[in-house]
């Protein structure tokens, strides 16, 4: 996702997070000293404060036990946050990082908004590193700076003879020293300092160290609670059938059979769905299927993938919203020695998150609480608010880890649907969708179409670049505001930014929404489409200019020397230009997207049935501060088989108005003995943190497609992989 910069007007990342946070204190109950930060988004501070957009926030607590509680704004759902982001707090804090719990935050807007996403309390976009990089080492050398302060107060002597250590104020001078615990009452009535310094990268001791992830021990032993596993007194199970056409009606049900099940309790009907609640999950399914079930199918019983796809094609051939032009494209292509064109295609996406969609509601004539893991909390608090008529007061959210996000979960749908339910059921019930719903009534990365042309020059120099493709826009829904004449910040992010130096540039894009078929945030978003599209039609360029891939990027790279380093660290440990077995190839991709520079080379066999196998994936990033390397390994990983799965595999497609696709039989994802070697080389600097979560997945899919043309002289343009198209006649 993007930033609120790029939303709001264009100030980067680092003007966010930079400008000087006022910190406040205040005596927590139980004798907890919390330490909260403003937050500000790239706005006036006069509008912020007008709007209550941004409030202090509390996120550090310092117990009596001398324990640190760390209020994490930010989800859980695999990539590290709660490792990562109390790292930044221990490191100034100067406590170990056994000494920290991490607590996932209420529910609230104001107090959790995230700045880099507009103010919405959302974990997404890669940005929690990002948005917390400096203000929670704020908080945590300003708690430092009032136990030190305290000690030093107790003791008569200066704060500066004073220093933190391990948990405890300590007086060299004279061996005195104290717990934290035992200074958090004379803390809280210290002065917030109004400034505070913080470490040098030279003196980190957490930071840019590969820590052990504090949630893995609850993980590994089962301890971990999940949202699918939560369990209350007097639960019942409910799964559900929900109109297979988009937009489609319950006309009648017929529940003989289902009642007749044991077990089964309860059949929910809604507008357009049917609900079997019972006393676990398999009396729910059989129950389900016992249902006899008549839909109306409504205006889009007809839909298929082919009439979206053609009206992608229309709208590409008429004029779209301009994102960005530079020189004059026109005219330069005129003038081209030679020029290429070319049209790229990609397909609605799943999100197939490993935990299926669940949610578990009590709704109660006065109250309603919620269990779910979401990553917009604050906006499934609204929703189950919605749904019952209660004010937000009286909804209470539980947030839990999450089993894979993806993006599946910025949306709230799935509590929505839950609460509908659990309004008509006595006690509480865990609505849990089974993969086939999960998959069939998902809200799809965009299907988009793209027209590219560039000219070059006598000597195979770009000298035209024009890109224009349509597809839906999700912001627009999503954060209407920042839909803004006719563009999506999001959907153009890789396309817009391209990190070539290109004398003539020209990007449009047309907003068109398909019928009835919700679309969303998919890992890695704009760039998931629009990197894929830039990195192979760069290669067809180097191809069409009888250029080595590598050293003709190099060559449009003077003017972005980290992007150059990434690139030539890539190619260097991948063994970039050294022989390969027949139809085997080498193929590489980068980019600039999330804050981060990477580079991948994957190296891929083709056999001669047209099957493909991704052997190797080399991937050199530079992130700037790698706060766990560890961490940012994993996810490099992890991103890269969520990326390839969606290379060789990924596709939503419609007939009749229904999705074809409703398991890992028919929407597969990669197997373990398909997993190829992931090697990550991180360049090591103090440049602020970049996002690690989606690049990744962007990255690897063009990096894919270029090897298979080096495998097989075919160049794909569309995905998932058409393996019918490289058997070898």
């Given amino acids: 996702m993007m930033m609120a910069s790029d939303l709001l007007g264009g100030a980067g990342a680092d003007a966010l997070v930079s400008r000087r946070l ?27 404060a007008e709007q209550e957009t941004f409030e202090p926030n509390a996120f550090v607590r310092v117990g ?162 999940y949202g699918i596993d939560v369990r209350l007194p007097n639960l019942k199970i409910a799964t559900l059938a929900q109109s297979p056409v988009f937009g489609g009606r319950l006309k009648s049900v017929d529940d003989t059979k289902a009642k007749a099940v044991k077990g089964v309790r309860q059949i929910v009907r809604l507008d357009d769905c049917v609900a079997v609640v019972a006393d676990h999950m398999g009396a729910a399914k059989k129950g389900l299927e016992a249902l006899d079930i008549e839909w109306d199918d409504g205006s889009h019983r007809n839909l298929e993938t082919a009439d979206i796809q053609r009206e992608l094609e229309e709208a590409t051939l008429k004029r779209g919203a301009v994102a960005k032009e530079v020189g004059d494209v026109a005219k330069a292509l005129e003038t081209a020695a030679r020029k290429v064109d070319a049209t790229y295609q ?55 880890l999450i089993g894979g996000g993806f993006g599946r979960r910025l949306e709230v749908d799935g509590v929505t649907r839950a609460v509908q339910i659990a309004k008509l059921v006595d006690g509480p019930v865990k609505v849990i969708w089974t993969r086939e719903e999960d998959i069939q009534h998902d809200m799809y990365r965009p299907f988009f179409l793209d027209r590219i042309s560039a000219g070059l020059d006598g000597s195979g120099a770009v000298i035209a670049w024009r890109h224009h493709f349509a597809g839906s826009s999700i912001l627009s829904r999503w954060l209407p505001p920042a839909f803004q004449n006719g563009l999506d910040p999001e959907t153009i992010d890789g396309a817009a930014n391209i990190i070539y130096g290109l004398p003539n540039f020209r990007l449009e894009y047309s907003r068109v929404e398909p019928p009835g078929i919700p679309t969303a945030f998919w890992r890695s978003v704009g760039p998931s489409h629009n990197i894929f599209v830039v990195e192979s039609f760069i290669d067809e360029l180097a191809a069409a200019a009888k250029k080595d891939p590598v050293s003709f990027r190099l060559s449009l790279l003077d003017h972005q020397p980290r992007a150059k380093t990434v690139l030539a660290l890539a190619a260097e440990k991948s063994g970039w230009g050294t022989p390969l077995p027949e139809r085997r190839g080498r193929g590489v991709s980068v980019q600039f997207v999330f804050g981060t520079y990477m580079a991948q080379v994957a190296e891929v066999e083709v056999t001669n049935d047209g099957s493909v196998r991704v052997r190797k994936v080399v991937c050199a990033v530079d992130c700037g501060t790698a706060i766990n390397p560890d961490v940012v390994e994993a996810q490099v990983q992890g991103a890269v088989m969520f990326g390839i799965s969606a290379a060789l595999y990924g596709e939503i497609s419609l007939k009749n108005g229904r999705v074809e696709q409703g398991n890992f039989d028919t929407y597969q994802v990669l197997r373990l003995n398909e997993a190829p070697t992931v090697e990550v080389h991180i360049v090591k600097n103090n440049e602020p943190p970049g996002g690690m979560g989606e690049p990744g997945t962007s990255a690897v899919v063009p990096a894919v497609s270029n090897a298979i043309y080096a495998a097989t002289s075919i160049r794909l343009r569309r995905m998932p992989i058409d393996a019918s198209a490289l058997v070898n006649k």
């Avoid at 910190?23 to 509008?47: E, H, I, N, T």
């Fill in 22 to 48: 006022f910190l406040k204190a205040s005596s927590a109950a139980g004798g907890a000293l919390l330490l909260g930060f403003d937050l500000l988004a790239d706005v006036d501070r006069a509008v912020a």
């Fill in 346 to 400: 990609v397909p609605f996406l799943a999100h197939a998150t490993m935990e299926p969609m669940n949610c578990t509601v009590h709704v109660r004539p006065d109250a309603c609480e919620v269990w779910v893991g979401n990553q917009v909390i604050a906006r499934a608090q609204a929703a189950a608010a919605a749904v019952t008529g209660l004010p937000l007061e009286k909804v209470a959210i539980h947030n839990h």
């Fill in 64 to 225: 009596r036990d001398g324990r640190v509680k760390i209020i994490v704004p930010y989800v859980e759902m695999g990539q590290g946050n709660y490792t990562t982001i109390p790292m930044l707090v221990a490191e100034e804090l100067e406590v170990p990082l056994d000494a920290v719990d991490a607590e996932h935050a209420p529910p609230n807007e104001k107090l959790y908004g995230n700045p880099l996403l507009g103010g919405v309390q959302a974990t997404g976009g890669s940005t929690a590193t990002r948005a917390v990089w400096k203000p929670l080492r704020e908080a945590g050398a300003a708690a430092r700076t009032m136990l030190v302060a305290a000690a030093a107060q107790r003791w008569s002597v200066a704060p500066s003879s004073c220093k933190a250590q391990d948990g405890e104020v300590v007086h060299p001078g004279t061996g005195r020293r104290l717990t934290y615990g035992a200074l958090v009452e004379a803390a809280s009535a210290q002065p917030v300092p109004q400034s505070v310094e913080l470490k040098r990268p030279e003196d980190f001791k957490l930071i840019g160290t590969s820590a052990k992830r504090l949630d893995a021990p609850a993980k590994v032993s089962g301890k971990a609670v």
